[in-house]
């Protein structure tokens, strides 16, 4: 012992010192900061994600409208890479050179380490010549893709089209999509997409500071498997929507037909329409181009978005409204002279009828006698109450399902129009306007507009004495056919049964011995309607409606050919092929000497340099409409701040 | 026979419990951090761990034969045991083989290999304590504090030619032996001050640092004003803390390798490279924190398992005890270490023999420097500084250096009645 003795006190404080400023550290790392633990699992643990494929989409008959197609992508691994036979492997693509080192630098610039696609979407038959080879190239190898595939490339506009999720689509998924993800875009793609998509899976790897895969994380515990997209049954019939779609090719115009007894929609053309393969693999995007530019807008899905005045097939409707109402009785007769006095404007009728009853003016499409039936409704409670009565008619009318959304299962319908007493006060001044003021509406002319799915959907309550079942597109969801409850809940329309008949009587004699005596179907009684749906500037629209057969109808149907004239000529004889096949599978030869030939050749696309210009008026007052729009808004929104200021 | 029973009976069985205690953790910890399967068994020498498992053998052999040696015999031969060492730093230079960037191994064929800056501590301890515990020395006086440097300085400057920082650094922890033995306070405290103004000066501008020392430096002769023996002292102390700031720049610029600065930089914040030169301390870091409060559990963990960490059965063991065994693992680890250095020190103040002591606190300065840098270095609160965690660290050369160092100590203990 010396004395320095008590510096061993010193030199052991020191120590102590220390060792409490390591352990201090220490609590607050494996203690305090949880970032460690996250960065710790950040390193080993890698989310792969398992796609699920699509759901297919069947016919009413279970043939395939949309399957999945095994594509396959090539991946690269930079640092996998060995040197090899650059010239051979560009060969095997099918890439020169240049594509070559672009892509080799594309993936570079990505990872040198992680996997990104080399060359995307080779088809099946192009990677079934490489397969074999591509064992040669280390760093290299493939990656089955499921694409989106129509074997009888119908119904495109049923169908829809998928596509990459835009931001948007992201931000509101919360978190389900990501970069790079497939989502429905239109259609029935876009309407049923949370079915069709299934269900993500996730597999949690773990992995070495080399990013070598060692294993499941936890045994696999986090891990879920991907559930398969359930498939959709829709309700249309292979056979003859692609017999419509071919009866269409070459015009501008719609089919639409529905299965009364259960509104579901057998047919639905739009035309022009498009090969849907089109929309799917690399050439997606200059063929999506070329469509848009298209003047006849073959995105335009026709039986739902376009309006068409329903002409003289609104007559039943009207009919039936003064028959629930009535105004008239069956016998109701009326004197055509050739023309009808409304007032003192004398409106034209397609010829001299003479004494017509109410089949017969169904039968004869007499202008007259409508025209007579619609002004003695309005006007039952004297001429000045027009207003009143008006709005009941209205009401009626759109109890049928015009003017109204028939919520389809697949978005973008148009509501059509049926005008409102505030549109006529607005237009003419209140009180300002008689039944005479608005008798167009009567043939179904005038501001009255409808959608062919809305016409279609007339047929069928026609056909069902009353109702209809709400129609639509998709039968039956899943592998045990679900069928949504408000699909099985019958409509009715405010129209007693019994007044039905004397109606549907015209509406035979239309096809027996009328206006489309020249689409009669031998052995099948049909009950149609023509119309001719006025065109300003341009040729009318061929317009036809009807149901068959008589009795237990099966098919209700709609056929818009647009600047075609009458609509016996073109439309009624679509619609009595499309029958007839649905009935009985094919197409008996007729009296009038009809073909369907003759009609799928015809071509009656509209004069494109006045399509064109018109479209160009059309976009112009877009334009004027939508600054309106937007200065009415601001306005608005001016004035809301306005008031709040005013109540703080 | 009575000679025998009296000598087991001497010996500090707590401090060899420790020992065993801390190389068992070690090797446990280095099967974990590189267990082979194609090498499962414990005892398989084609791994790692096998190879411990023959070192800490070979250790206890020579645990064992130190302790039936004469104390005498030591003491005696400390110089020959010096010059060798000496002789051997000299020879690395010339045949050694590197690794790493460090000449610092000799081969000894076999897969074998020396290393003999090891032993240098122990030789520099041992010769060290001969010399201080020599008659008229006394470390105040220059001239035997001249002698003592220079017997500390020479394996220092051999090792940093070759160059092992770290190894180089272990011998400043021998001051603690000299402040024990009557070396100036100020020393100690001149020390901590370089360091504290060599940090400030890096992270802050070296003008204001200067500025700021000669302000409280003239706060402080003005208080103490009347005591002119501590006015100078101070006065001086200030102008060398300033000369020393003036030239951090340069020492930092010109004389640390680029290497060392960088890691410098990281421990301080100035730099983050977490992909790059901070790669290790930051898995490192990563690995010890996501240990949590119990640890991952043995052989669990993620870190090292997947080899993120490098130099994990080396350097970075202590990962290894941070991650699987957690806070309450680390705090264990560490507790026996400053158990063993504190028991350490109390062993050398019990000692008779002045050279006894003076070796004690070598052993414990030596130890504690390994472990305080070593953990420092794997927690980020010190720039990486390759040196081993002793008894722990695979290495046959570590382990067996320390193994000598510390029962050479137990053998002077047990003997401490006797007169050396």
């Known amino acids: 012992m010396n004395s320095f003795f008590e510096r061993r006190y010193v030199i052991a404080g020191i120590f102590i010192t220390i060792i409490i400023i390591i352990l201090a550290r220490l609590f607050f790392i494996q203690i305090v900061d949880n970032r460690y633990a996250v960065y710790a699992s950040n390193n080993v643990r890698r989310q792969i994600i398992q796609y699920p494929a699509r759901g297919p989409i069947l016919d009413r008959n279970g043939k395939i409208l949309v399957q999945n197609e095994a594509f396959y992508d090539i991946m690269v691994v930079p640092k996998d890479v060995k040197p090899f036979d650059t010239v051979e492997f560009c060969k095997l693509l099918g890439i020169d050179r240049d594509g070559f080192d672009k892509r080799w630098e594309k993936a570079i610039k990505y990872s040198r380490y992680l996997a990104s696609p080399f060359e995307k979407q080779l088809t099946a038959q192009a990677y079934a010549s490489i397969q074999e080879r591509l064992s040669e190239f280390p760093g290299f190898y493939s990656v089955p893709r499921y694409l989106r595939n129509y074997p009888d490339s119908v119904a495109a506009q049923f169908l829809g089209y998928i596509g990459e999720v835009q931001d948007r689509d992201i931000k509101r998924s919360n978190g389900y999509y990501h970069q790079g993800d497939f989502i429905g875009i239109t259609g029935v793609e876009k309407s049923y997409e949370k079915i069709l998509r299934g269900q993500r899976g996730v597999q949690n790897w773990l992995y070495d500071s080399h990013n070598k895969r060692q294993g499941h994380y936890a045994n696999g515990m986090y891990d879920t498997a991907a559930v398969a997209g359930q498939r959709l049954t829709s309700s249309l019939d292979l056979t003859i929507q692609k017999f419509g779609e071919k009866l269409m090719q070459n015009k501008v115009g719609s089919i639409v037909a529905i299965e009364p007894s259960t509104g579901e929609i057998l047919c639905y053309v739009s035309s022009p329409t498009y090969d849907p393969n089109l929309m799917v693999g690399r050439e997606r995007g200059n063929n999506a181009a070329k469509m848009w530019a298209d003047p006849y807008n073959p995105f335009f899905v026709r039986p739902i978005q376009a309006r068409y005045p329903p002409g003289s097939s609104f007559k039943p409707l009207s009919a039936l409204i003064a028959l629930q109402e009535g105004i008239i009785t069956p016998q109701t007769t009326y004197n055509c002279p050739g023309y009808y006095m409304a007032g003192n404007q004398r409106i034209k009728c397609t010829h001299v009828h003479g004494v017509v009853n109410l089949s017969g003016a169904v039968a004869g499409s007499c202008n007259g006698y409508f025209d007579m039936v619609f002004q003695r409704i309005m006007d039952r409670l004297g001429p000045r109450k027009a207003e009143q009565t008006f709005a009941e008619w209205r009401k009626n009318v759109m109890k049928f399902g015009l003017g109204n959304k028939l919520d389809l299962d697949i978005s973008g319908e148009s509501r059509g129009n049926v005008p409102t007493p505030l549109y006529y006060d607005n237009k003419y001044q209140k009180g300002a306007w008689r039944s005479s003021t608005i008798i167009s509406l009567a043939i179904g002319q005038g501001e009255l507009l409808a959608t062919p799915l809305q016409l279609a959907n007339i047929e069928c309550t026609i056909a069902n004495h009353g109702f209809f079942y709400k129609p639509h597109l998709i039968k039956a969801i899943g592998a045990k056919n679900v069928i949504e409850k408000e699909y099985l809940e019958r409509n009715y329309v405010g129209i007693d049964s019994q007044y039905f008949e004397p109606v549907i009587d015209g509406m035979q004699a239309v096809v027996d011995h009328g206006t489309g005596i020249q689409s009669k179907i031998p052995g099948i009684v049909m009950c149609g309607k023509t119309g001719t749906a006025q065109n300003p500037g341009g040729e009318n629209h061929s317009v036809f409606v009807a149901f068959a057969p008589r009795e237990h109808p099966k098919i209700a149907i709609a056929v818009v050919v647009e600047n075609s004239g009458e609509g016996a000529h073109w439309a009624a004889p679509i619609a009595s092929f499309i029958v007839e096949k649905y009935l009985r599978g094919y197409v008996s030869p007729r009296a009038s000497g009809i073909t369907p030939e003759h009609f799928e050749n015809a071509n009656r696309l509209p004069d494109l340099e006045y399509e064109l210009k018109l479209r160009a008026r059309r976009l112009h007052y877009d334009s004027i409409r939508k600054a309106r729009r937007d200065s009415l808004a601001k306005i608005k929104a001016l004035k809301s701040a306005e008031e709040k200021k005013k109540e703080e | ?420």
């Open chain 2, 1 to 420: 026979m009575s000679n025998q029973r009296r000598f087991f009976f001497n010996v500090d069985w707590v401090t060899v419990f420790i020992y065993l205690a801390l190389c068992t953790i070690g090797l446990l910890n280095i099967y974990s951090a590189v267990y082979d399967e194609r090498h499962a068994s414990l005892l398989d020498t084609h791994a790692t761990y096998g190879r411990q498992f023959i070192f800490i053998i070979v250790a206890f052999v020579v645990a064992g034969i130190i302790l039936l040696l004469e104390s005498r015999f030591i003491t005696a031969l400390a110089p020959v045991f010096y010059v060798m060492t000496v002789l051997l730093l000299l020879l690395v230079l010339v045949i050694g083989h590197n690794i790493g960037g460090n000449q610092a191994w000799i081969n000894l064929g076999g897969g074998f290999k020396l290393q003999p800056s090891e032993f240098a501590k122990f030789t520099t301890c041992l010769l060290l304590a001969r010399y201080l515990s020599g008659p008229n020395v006394r470390v105040t006086e220059l001239r035997s504090f001249g002698i003592a440097a220079l017997i500390i300085g020479v394996p220092m400057f051999l090792i940093l030619r070759q160059p092992d920082v770290g190894s180089t650094l272990v011998f400043v922890s021998l001051i603690f032996v000299l402040y024990r033995e009557g070396l100036s306070p100020y020393f100690l405290i001149i020390g901590f001050l370089l360091i504290v103004l060599f940090i400030t000066s890096i992270l802050y501008n070296p003008v204001w640092v200067m500025v700021i020392i000669a302000a409280a430096g003239s706060l402080i002769i003005w208080m103490f004003r009347r005591k002119k023996r501590f006015v100078y002292t101070i006065a001086a102390g200030a102008a060398i803390c300033i000369a020393f700031v003036f030239s951090v720049k340069f020492i930092y610029n010109k004389v640390l390798q680029p290497h060392q600065k960088v890691r410098i930089d990281i421990v301080l914040g100035i730099k983050s490279d977490p992909k790059g030169k901070g790669y290790n301390v930051n898995q490192s870091k990563i690995a010890i924190g996501s240990g949590k409060l119990w640890g991952k559990g043995y052989m669990h963990g993620t870190q090292t398992k997947y080899s993120f960490v490098p130099e994990q059965s080396t350097d970075f063991i202590f990962c290894t005890v941070g991650e699987e065994w957690g806070f309450a693992g680390s705090v264990t680890v560490i507790g026996l270490f400053l158990f063993m250095v504190l028991r350490l020190i109390m062993i050398a103040e019990r000692q008779r023999s002045p050279f006894s002591r003076i070796y004690g606190y070598g052993v414990a300065s030596v130890i504690f420097f390994h472990v305080m840098i070593n953990i420092g270095m794997a927690i980020g609160l010190v720039p990486v500084i390759g040196i081993p965690l002793p008894f722990i660290s695979y290495g046959g050369s570590s382990l067996l250096s320390f193994t000598i160092l510390l029962f050479v100590l137990i053998k002077l203990d047990s003997n401490r009645m006797g007169i050396v």
